[in-house]
């Protein structure tokens, strides 16, 4: 996730490794009936997978949660590390963690399970359900939601200036929604709708007013019946202003080798952006619901992964809240606060591979390639019909610039 600096910007060492906590389950974790069950992750793949992850933990990351699975069966799951480095918390499967930008596809689905119900449409300006924000010329939902609106984002906004910048985007309260949509307008379009593209986490969380006042329910209210029912995502929820107990503390150093600090992390504001917390294997219920159509259909999956045409031939790097990964039908996220980063990938072969981490720094995935681990990773499950290795994550990688000093002043 983009938080307060670009694409996917963004604290002691382990004085001893935190013993992990680790359980297999089979189809009991599918959202749904599968016509053949998975085969069970044997002893030997479960330790190949977990010699990976120790490649980065604790070396690159204070702790780390994973989850594999298949048609919404959680077949491994395990947390590695610490959920809190200062009071030794170990990472547990069960410890709920911020996911960031994974939330951008959550959101992208609720709004399409919308159109299908008939509350709204893609195709309508954005000006129908924010009135408060006049463009013109005026973008659709489905510009806004494929981040071809011409709204500034990681490009043109490096600091989230329309959020306030620094350090506001990690305070509580977050900016008030008429202040947003003043900044907003204030700012302007970049470009004319359906013409560039630019990652916009305002235009997300304007996305999540559009939920609210379409569906006729808070948000928290609409993802819960809309999301988190239908998939079976029990441990998953929207953060609000006050975190609530035993979800994972985030982490943040300036280069590997530096002590872990504990920051503030984005602020509620974020919501419809990057502001559900959840835990490995519901994200993989997550991905079979929404490929079985307990989500959303079909169609509508198709259009979450299609990248919006520029014209000239050119198209968006990403669709929805989904990019394709290397290997033919795979798809995934990557979500990015300032002390989380996160890794969802759904492959072609139906393998599911989730990674949820509590630590960050400034050369971002050149120290925990969370794409490169989670295709090798997937090469062990199904070594017949290996996935390709990125040289770099979905959506343009996440090599980041030094933290500003107002963040270290914010640091414990």
């Known amino acids: 996730m983009r938080a307060h600096r670009p694409a996917e910007r963004r604290f002691t060492h382990l004085l001893a490794r935190v013993a992990a906590a680790c359980s297999l389950a089979l189809a009991a974790g599918a959202v749904q009936a599968q016509a053949e069950a998975p085969p069970a992750i044997t002893p030997a793949v479960a330790a190949q997978i977990d010699a990976l992850v120790a490649e980065y933990v604790p070396g690159a990351l204070p702790g780390l ?36 930008s994974v939330t951008k596809q959550l959101t992208a689905a609720a709004l399409l399970k919308l159109q299908e119900q008939g509350k709204l449409s893609l195709a309508d300006p954005l000006s129908r359900w924010i009135p408060e924000l006049r463009y013109q010329p005026d973008p659709t939902i489905a510009q806004v939601m494929g981040m071809v609106a011409g709204i500034p984002g990681a490009e043109k906004d490096p600091d989230d200036l329309l959020l306030d910048g620094m350090p506001a985007v990690l305070q509580e309260p977050p900016i008030s929604r008429a202040r947003l949509f003043a900044n907003m307008q204030a700012a302007g379009l970049f470009a004319a709708p359906g013409t560039a593209y630019d990652y916009s986490n305002a235009g997300y969380i304007v996305l999540g007013r559009v939920i609210e006042r379409a569906g006729g329910q808070p948000l928290e209210a609409a993802y819960a019946q809309l999301l988190f029912k239908p998939a079976g995502m029990a441990a998953s929820y929207l953060l609000g202003p006050q975190p609530r107990p035993g979800i994972a503390v985030g982490h943040y150093r300036v280069k590997p080798g530096d002590a872990w600090r504990v920051c503030p992390d984005l602020n509620s504001g974020f919501d419809a952006t990057g502001g559900v917390v959840s835990t490995a294997s519901d994200m993989v219920r997550w991905n079979g619901a929404l490929k079985s159509g307990a989500v959303i259909s079909a169609t509508s999956l198709a259009r979450m992964r299609t990248p919006a045409a520029l014209g000239g031939g050119k198209f968006a790097p990403i669709g929805m809240g989904l990019a394709a990964l290397g290997g033919p039908g795979s798809y995934g996220a990557a979500g990015q606060t300032v002390s989380f980063a996160a890794a969802n990938a759904s492959y072609g072969s139906g393998y599911d591979v989730v990674l949820l981490a509590n630590g960050s720094n400034t050369v971002g995935d050149a120290a925990y390639p969370r794409f490169v681990l989670a295709a090798r990773i997937h090469n062990v499950l199904n070594p017949g019909a290996p996935e390709p290795v990125p040289a770099l994550p979905p959506s343009g990688g996440i090599v980041e610039p030094a933290a500003p000093a107002e963040l270290f002043s914010l640091c414990k």
């Not at 949660?65 to 499967?93: C, S």
Request: glycine share 16%; no cysteine; proline share 8%.
């Open 65 to 100: 949660q994973l989850a594999v699975g298949k048609g919404g069966a959680v077949l491994y799951t395990r947390g590695y590390g610490a959920a809190d480095v200062r009071a030794v918390v170990p990472m547990t499967p069960s410890t709920p963690v911020k996911i960031g």
